[in-house]
């Protein structure tokens, strides 16, 4: 089973930041928290990770809490192709398992 | 230069067959996956193979059976197809180092009739 919950659904205006939660109350010390989002019905899309430290890239931030037990990805200025169900998982850092839960569907309008 | 490629993209066929869905990765992974996307649009990991050995099976029919000829290819054979095997068909592929990104295809939609 998933070891994250995420809210099923977020709206977001174009070009505003969209901010996408999840919690992961249960982590492990040797777990990593991994982004994922599926557009449409492509393959899903590697985001960004992280352990304890915030992380950026040229997609999004990732914000880690200091007890580890939620996270919230941002994407800094959403477009309309942002549009995607986004997962949140947890993942021992070099195991090979993605367990997928639910996502967030976010919507991202004109 | 698609990265990991997956023929068909569709599949249509009838209970009872016996199909088979292709992937390719020109990325030099060793690691290679099979997940399946039913139609609630619940992922889940079905197969891992590292260097052609069979690493994670999640109790998955024995009617699917997945071949690797070499580690580039990861393919999957469904004997005996149910109208429960519908459902999207993902593979992927993840490097030996960090940060252990899996890199997906672009599905095969199988649908049993």
């Known amino acids: 089973d998933a070891k994250t919950t995420q809210p099923p659904s977020m709206d977001c205006a174009e070009g505003r930041a969209a901010n996408l939660p999840c919690n992961h109350s249960t982590i492990s010390g040797n777990e990593y928290v991994y982004w994922y989002r599926q557009i449409h019905s492509q393959g899903p899309q590697y985001i960004i990770h992280g352990l304890k430290n915030n992380e950026t890239n040229e997609m999004a931030s990732l914000i880690i809490t200091e007890d580890r037990k939620s996270s919230t990805l941002i994407l800094p200025h959403a477009t309309l192709r942002d549009t995607a169900v986004y997962y949140c998982?947890?993942?021992?850092?070099?195991?090979?398992?993605?367990?997928f839960g639910t996502g967030t569907r976010l919507q991202v309008f004109p | 230069d698609t990265a990991v490629s997956q023929t068909p993209k569709y599949l249509v066929t009838q209970m009872g067959n016996d199909k088979s869905i292709k992937c390719e990765q020109n990325l030099g992974h060793d690691t290679m996956y099979w997940y399946k996307q039913d139609s609630k649009k619940f992922l889940k990991i079905m197969f891992s193979y590292n260097n052609k050995e069979l690493i994670i099976n999640e109790t998955v029919p024995n009617r699917f059976s997945p071949k690797s000829p070499d580690k580039a290819h990861l393919n999957l054979h469904i004997n005996s197809l149910e109208l429960g095997d519908s459902a999207v068909y993902f593979c992927a592929s993840t490097p030996q180092q960090a940060p252990y990104e899996q890199y997906f295809g672009p599905g095969t939609r199988l649908t049993v009739t």
């Open positions: 998982i947890v993942r021992v850092y070099n195991t090979d398992k993605l367990i």
